[in-house]
Each structure stands twice: as C-alpha cells, then as structure tokens.
C-alpha cells in the first residue's frame, strides 16, 4: 500500500470528523440529520411538498402508514423499550417504570371521555412542546459528540448551544396559530395590535435560526482553539432545516419522520452496548439491533395503530380517540426521555460517550 495513503489523518481533520459511535457514513447521515438535508434538497428540487404526500413530476405520492410506522411510530415506542430494557431502570426510576404508566392512560381516558377544553389542552401541549423536544435532543447530540470527540464543553459553552439549538422551538413557538404562544396568550395569534411585534419577532428568530450553528460554531472554535466535530454542528443546522423551510404543519410530518431515525439510531447503539455487556450474553450486536428495533415496531403499531381501535370498539369516537392518542404518547415519550438520557456520572452510559476520546488537536498557529 502507498506510505501517503496509509499515514493517519492530520489531527485537525480528525478533530473535525470526530470519533462514530458505528461509522462516519451512518453517523453523520442518520444520526447528524444529513439523509434529511438530502432528502429535503430532492422535495426542493423536484416537486413540492404538502401535508400527507409528496407531489414529484405532477405525481401525487401518499405518505404511506409504512414509513409512519417504521420511523414515526417505532420511534415513539423507542423510548419505552429503551426505559425497560436499559439495565437498573426499575431500580433507579421506579415513578417512571411503573407509576407513569398509569397516570399517563388515566389522563388520556380523561381526555378522550370528556373531549372539550381538556382534550383541548393536551392537544396543544403536546404541540408546543415537540420543537423543544427535537431542539433539546440536537443539542444532547451536540454536546455527546464533542465529549466523545474529546473536546470539552464549559457551562457557558453548553449555555449557548442550547440556546442555538432552541431557536426553531422559539419561532414555532411564537409564530404558530393554535399552540405555542397563541394557545398561552390568545391576543397575541389574533389581536392586529400585536401582529407587527409577531412579525418582527418572527423574522428576528428565522434570522437567527439559520446564522446561529454556524456563527457559534466558529466562536467556540476560536475561543477554544480546537473546533467541535463537524456532526454537532450539523444536528443544529438539520433541526433549524426541518422547520425552518417548510409550513408548520408540513414540518411536524417530516421533522417527526428525521427526528425519528435520529433517535432510533442512538437509542439502538445505547441498548446494543447494554446489552452485549451483559453477564452471559451469548448474542451479537447484529441480533440486538434487530430485536431492539422488532420490539419498537411491534410496541408502535400497538399503540398508534390499536389502542385507538380499542377506545372506538368501547364507544368513543374516533377523531378524538386518535388524536388523544397521539397526543398521550408524545407527552410520555418526551417525560420518559428526560430521564433516560441523564448520563450521569454513576450511569454506566457515560462510559460508551466518552470511551476513546480523541486527543485534543493542536493549537491554531
């Protein structure tokens, strides 16, 4: 083999790649959002795109319940698998693991009985809080790939990427009708004497939205001396893409479906490393893989596809039984999630980030 071809990469490349969890390819495009970015510059380029389908060269594509399912749903379902399997879950969150449950169906049957402002109030909730869900998880990214990149993040560091990672949380959260700021406060989605603070507002975070990874990329390099991998930078820019180039409606659709593969993707590689640690496993990671992601496809269709049916089987309709559904299920994936993501310093986790950590890159001259 050529000596030039076999020499490693120069450290400041490699600090710029950072250090996979599988591989750069799969990292960067499932992981780090890229396959969306391509995805969204195809929809672009070919066609348009609307609520439900896709519109290619005049011909009208459904989303199918398919895709729903195996990115959507399965994604939702994730989280719960990941929470029982996870090794010292019943021990360490026993309110999660077996109270949660059943306050969470409480509450939905609540909702869906009485189907006026309650019903009301849920779905709106879950609305408003699913951009900060997606822009909490592209910051966790973030920092998880720069402490696995070794590069350390200080508290004002880590203040300013979670700042950065919010913006499309901020401006759906101002400029949406029906949730956000105009479910809080009414006047402000209707009231013309507020609707030039709403549009300044709104073009104030969209301006942001997309000079914020890049700038504060650029800041923590230079202040640093050594930059973050190029993948947080891109969990930042792919979550300011999916809401920031398509209607609101639109972006819930496919911000869901990315979201999802992103999430499926580190929370199979977390439940693949747990589990091949476990005293007598006698399976690869291959086989791990496909029963995590089997579990999450049979977890998902269960409760999007058949707990509605159940709900109208017992008399309820069925608008309603769906959309408490759905709403339920997003209320308890993002409480679940805020506990099994704390990679605490006694959860055995941390260790799968931070284990072969790069050494820091030289200097700017």
Partial sequence: ???????????????????????????????????SLVVMAIIFATGRLSFGRLVVAGIAIPLQSSVILACNSAHFAASSVRLYTKPGSFESLPFVTMAFPLLALLLLLLAVAEAGPLAAAFQALYLTWSPYHYGAQAYGLSVMYAYRSGCALETRDKRWLRGVALLPFAMMFFGAQGFGLSWLVPAWGSAESVAALRAGSLELLRALMWAGPPALYLALWWRRERPLPLISLLTLTSNAVWFGLMEYRDAFVWATVFHGLQYLAIAMIFHVKDQSALPGNRHGGLFHALRFYALCLALGYGLFFCLPQAFLLAGFGMVESMLMVVAAINLHHFLVDAYIWRLGRSDGNREIVERGALVAAPARA
């Fill in 1 to 35: 083999m050529d000596a030039a071809v076999a020499k490693p990469a120069p450290p400041l490349l490699r600090a710029l790649a950072g250090r996979s969890f599988v591989h750069p390819l799969f990292d960067y495009l499932l992981i780090g959002g890229g396959a």
